[in-house]
């Protein structure tokens, strides 16, 4: 059997190996958005190598949960056992059976989907908590691994829990998706040799997530690929969007109505807006529904330039989600090969500039590296100023505050060659920097950043922009 390869996951794995290497007994927490690799690393690092591992079983009662437990550990003893009463029993079981294995070894225990397993008054946590403080912690060859795609519960009930395992963990990881760079390395070791500007594009669809990464067919076209994951009849991605919040989320309802509102509105909604919007009272349940997608990664929070934090400026940032919102959504199978048909088409040029835009905030560190300021200290914000009878109203969509008393103006434009500056254009920019700096009284030193396909047409206008970002520069 050929051996599961890992990319750009140098950091993990080197964390997993220092738990390896540690003395004492380990409680690893590693969580993260749904299909973002978790079991995958798990499963490579250990290669499947485990005392015992169980997975817990989506919205399934507590009695089902305890039968497969009992299932796994019968497997992994090699002899039945009966199924448990309750959770305490279920960890009596497991204790009993890690103290029969040899002292001199290490010993890997995973529970994957960890989340899953604490069902409505089920018990669960409190009798995993007892087994670790009681038992697991003074194992100094146990390692015990929990993972989970519910990244709130896991960040609330475990790397900040307040009880029994208030500090208890000795390793935790969020996993996160891949970068352009990463996911460039991943489609390469699986023999896509695309250029970069089908990369980015294939990046604006599915982000850099490798599960839906490892879906693609070397043989295939980008546009060949998107019709077949998205727009054929039954294709693997066409209920994504469904069973991805579904198995995340429960009352996966409110937090759909959230994202597809948002959807609609690429530019981001404040909280009131949202509010608004949605119907959705503006209490602490709407600050929960919007902190889960926060934490989950598929909301960005913003500031507004020079605003209080009450006018944070909350956007989808999820790619697959805009895409399905966009183009999915509705769609029942007219044509299977939509997108190659549609690719070019006004709609799709204007879907590829906002997304572009949205590629650009997950790289800051990139486009900092390549002006120059990575060292600097920074902020990023947006600003809006709404029009009257009196001047017109703009936006600044990534503005970079410098602790160095300078202030980036960002410009992002998607384009399939170099982008020309015209006289109408240079006449909005300059008009745009003076309005900021008017309404703003900022008194730092103010400069336009453009972050293009293919860079910046040399012109007499083009002397506006003091750096330049371009394609390459954020796979850097």
């Not at 015990?144 to 307040?162: F, P």
């Not at 434009?413 to 900021?436: A, C, P």
């Amino acid at each position: 059997m050929v051996r599961p390869i890992l990319i750009a996951r140098d950091n993990e794995i080197q964390r997993l190996q220092k738990c390896m290497n540690e003395t004492n007994a380990q409680l690893v927490i590693l969580y993260g958005r749904r299909r973002v690799g978790k079991t995958y690393l798990i499963n490579c690092f250990f290669e499947r190598r485990f005392d015992f591992k169980v997975t817990g079983m989506h919205q399934e009662k507590r009695e089902t949960q305890l039968k497969n437990f009992a299932t796994e550990l019968s497997d992994q003893m090699k002899e039945d056992i009966a199924v448990p009463k309750d959770w305490t029993d279920a960890f009596r079981l497991l204790r009993n059976y890690l103290k029969s294995l040899p002292e001199d070894e290490k010993h890997v225990v995973f529970f994957d989907e960890f989340p899953w397993f604490d069902t409505r008054n089920s018990g669960f946590l409190s009798a995993f908590e007892h087994f670790w403080n009681d038992f697991g912690c003074s194992l100094p060859n146990l390692i015990l691994i929990i993972c989970g795609s519910a990244t709130t519960w896991m960040t609330k009930n475990i790397a900040m829990n307040q009880g029994g395992l208030f500090l208890r963990h000795t390793c935790s990881m969020y996993l996160q998706q891949f970068n352009l760079k990463q996911t460039e390395e991943y489609l390469h070791a699986r023999g896509i040799e695309w250029s970069r500007y089908d990369i980015i594009r294939c990046y604006m669809i599915l982000g850099g997530i490798p599960y839906y990464l490892s879906l693609l067919d070397a043989d295939k076209s980008l546009n060949m690929n998107i019709d077949n994951l998205f727009f054929r009849k039954r294709a693997e991605l066409w209920n994504e969007f469904n069973l991805l919040y579904k198995t995340l989320f429960k009352n996966s309802k409110q937090y759909m109505r959230i994202v597809e509102t948002l959807g609609k509105k690429r530019n981001g909604m404040t909280r009131q807006e949202i509010s608004q919007a949605t119907g959705m009272t503006d209490n602490g349940n709407l600050t929960d529904l919007l902190d889960d997608l926060e934490n989950s990664d598929f909301l960005r929070v913003t500031s507004s330039f020079g605003k209080e934090k009450k006018e944070m400026i909350y956007q989808l940032c999820d790619y697959c989600t805009l895409f399905y919102i966009k183009f999915i959504k509705g769609y029942r199978g007219r044509d299977e090969h939509f997108w190659s048909h549609t690719y070019g088409s006004p709609s799709v040029n204007a879907w590829s500039g906002l997304t572009f835009e949205q590629v650009c905030k997950d790289h800051i560190e990139e486009i900092k590296r390549k002006i120059g300021i990575s060292a600097v200290l920074t902020n990023e914000s947006t600003w809006f100023l709404k029009g009257d009878e009196e001047r017109r109203g703009t936006q600044i969509d990534l503005i970079i505050d410098r602790n160095d008393h300078f202030i980036n103006l960002c410009e992002m434009k998607y384009s399939d060659k170099e982008y020309v500056i015209d006289k109408d254009y240079d006449g909005i920019l300059r008009e745009r920097l003076e309005l900021f700096r008017k309404e703003t009284k900022t008194r730092k030193t103010i400069q336009y950043v453009f972050i293009t396909s293919f860079g910046v047409k040399a012109n007499k206008y083009s002397n506006i922009i003091s750096s330049q970002v371009t394609l390459d520069d954020l796979f850097s």
